[in-house]
């Protein structure tokens, strides 16, 4: 089946994440004076209104799906339509969550921690790392692991636009969390230098590691994820070699079978050093990103509808390839 390609696809920090800052501040409020359910049922019409109006995060949910099918890793229940619009309100439940994260009403009994050692061990020598994240799952529970360790800071890089807008929320819910998020457009020396300070007092880096650059398509490596060659952030893995600190991969999942909220918080070293010889820099940062897009391919297929990519991810690195992506 062939179809055509989302118009002149946008750069992910053009399009604003799917929770426009009225709408999330409206739902922040339902849940904080009425819960979760008063919460879900307010949430419906607003996921409703964004699966029918917002078709090119539609065609992005459908892409990947249909990614994950012909990997043979998932099958619809339904239809494609239909699978489209559950991943849309798995979303919404992320939203859900984010908010209880902040508000602190998600303790370390809803956690089930695996890998957590090397966390504990770089905190009991004093020494941070950098965590690489995505948008599967939900991140946020990341501040789980700084009530588990109650020296442990996190400092989690954000692009400035929605940066704000997180602080914004984290002061309203009076999180007093050690958890604190840092703008970053762009990574100057200055930038470096105040991270490499923070790693050396011991804390945390959290980057995300599945979208491309503010600046476009400079500073990437193409790497296979769900069978088909797409472009990944080199920052993170060249800000480790830099910073010379070890690397983590982190991916937080919610639990579909439980009835009650429950999370599984991996962690798992990828390098205690980051090392790019300039002779070979290129070639290691293959290897490098492809071990980081094995690890989200493996995490995708364990929660299919928990990926929050909602743009075109492949269509952008590779607008000149024919694309499969059903057509709603």
Known sequence: MTTPQP???Q??????EAGATAGMKFLF???RWFGRIPFRIAL??????????????????LQYLQYLRTSGCYQPRYGRLYDSFRHFLSFGESLLDKLAVWQGDIGLNAIRFH???????????????LLIGSHLGNLEICRALAQLNTNLTMNVLMHNAHAAKFNSMLKKAGSNSQMNIIQVTEMGPATAIMLQEKL???????IAGDRIPVSGGKNTTRANFLGHPCDF??????????????MLSIFCLRDSNSRKPRWDLHMDLLAEQ?????????????????????SLTHFCRLAPLQWYNFYPFWHLQNTDAESTSPKP
């Open 115 to 129: 890998g957590h050692e090397w966390v504990d061990r770089l905190a009991q020598e004093g020494r941070g790392a």
């Open 200 to 206: 050396d007092r011991g804390e945390f880096i959290v």
């Open 274 to 294: 980051i090392i790019l010889p300039r002779a070979r820099r290129q070639q290691e940062l293959g290897v490098y990103v492809q071990q980081w897009a094995d």
């Open 7 to 9: 118009h002149k696809p």
């Open 233 to 246: 952030p080199s920052g993170p893995f060249i800000l480790a070699s830099i910073l010379r600190c070890p």
């Open 44 to 61: 419906f019409p607003v996921i409703v209104y964004f699966f029918a109006g917002r078709r090119t995060a539609r065609q992005a949910s």
């Open 29 to 31: 409020w339902v849940y």
């Open 11 to 16: 750069h992910w920090a053009q399009m604003g």
